[in-house]
Antibody, heavy 124, light 111 residues
Framework: QVQLQESGPGLVKPSQTLSLTCTVS??????????CSWLRQPAGKGLEWIGR????????DYNPSLRSRATMSLDTSKNEFSLRLSSVTAADTAVYYC???????????????WGHGTTVTVSS | QSVLTQPPSVSGAPGQRVTVSCTGS?????????VHWYQQLPRTAPKLLIY???NRPSGVPGRFSASKSGTSASLAITGLQAEDEADYYC???????????FGSGAKVTVL
């Protein structure tokens, strides 16, 4: 059974860079084509998509509101993908999720596998 | 402010049928992009409930169904159960924004 697990610091200081990693177990990126996404959810609020990475060619798309600060990368040798979010403020405090959508012949089948989420607090 | 519009809350008695609407525009649902639905139980990660407009992943009960027409989509729960009390989100792709978009989420309450 495929599982995703987020990891990273739970506390980040304002103006610093938030770095998170999502480790995939029970499967490998070479087994199929996927969109790997990062999402976040502030306490009591809805889901916000941060960005996605296409495992076949490494292409990335980002939420326009975060594009200038977000960078995603893929490490197939470690079966993980990562997020870096620069210049964080208190508004970036949220539960961060990684998720994966299977892509078949260019068709996105929805984010069928999610991590449990990791809480990140931005505070000095 | 979400690109996809959902009602903040929907409620119904056990056994009733409830629907959650999801309204988009010509650059997302109306452009033909698929709609996916997610269920988020309290204090848990979202779970894919419906993929590609109408399809249920293995293990999702048959009382959940969905449809799509024009610039909107709809999720229906037939025979509402106490365990269905959760937040429900619709998600699609927007060609103008070049990325995923979500609805603001609808909280389903079982009376």
């Amino acid at each position: 059974q495929v599982q995703l697990q987020e990891s990273g610091p739970g506390l980040v200081k304002p103006s610093q860079t938030l770095s998170l990693t999502c480790t995939v177990s029970g499967d490998s990126f070479s087994s199929d084509n996927y969109y790997c996404s990062w999402l976040r959810q502030p306490a009591g609020k809805g889901l916000e998509w941060i960005g996605r990475l296409y495992t076949t060619d490494g292409n990335t798309d980002y939420n326009p509101s975060l594009r200038s600060r977000a960078t995603m990368s893929l490490d197939t040798s470690k079966n993980e993908f990562s997020l870096r979010l620069s210049s964080v403020t208190a508004a970036d405090t949220a539960v961060y999720y990684c998720a994966r959508a299977r892509v078949v012949r260019g068709v996105d089948y929805g984010m069928g596998v999610w991590g449990h989420g990791t809480t990140v607090t931005v505070s000095s | 402010q979400s690109v996809l519009t959902q009602p903040p809350s929907v409620s119904g008695a056990p056994g009733q049928r409830v629907t959650v609407s999801c309204t988009g525009s010509s650059s997302n649902i109306g452009a033909g992009y698929d709609v996916h639905w997610y269920q988020q139980l309290p204090r848990t990660a979202p779970k894919l409930l419906i993929y590609r407009n109408t399809n249920r992943p293995s293990g999702v009960p048959g009382r959940f169904s969905a449809s799509k027409s024009g610039t909107s989509a709809s999720l229906a729960i037939t025979g509402l159960q106490a365990e269905d009390e959760a937040d429900y989100y619709c998600q699609s792709y927007d060609s103008s924004l070049r990325g995923y978009i979500f609805g603001s989420g609808a909280k389903v309450t079982v009376l």
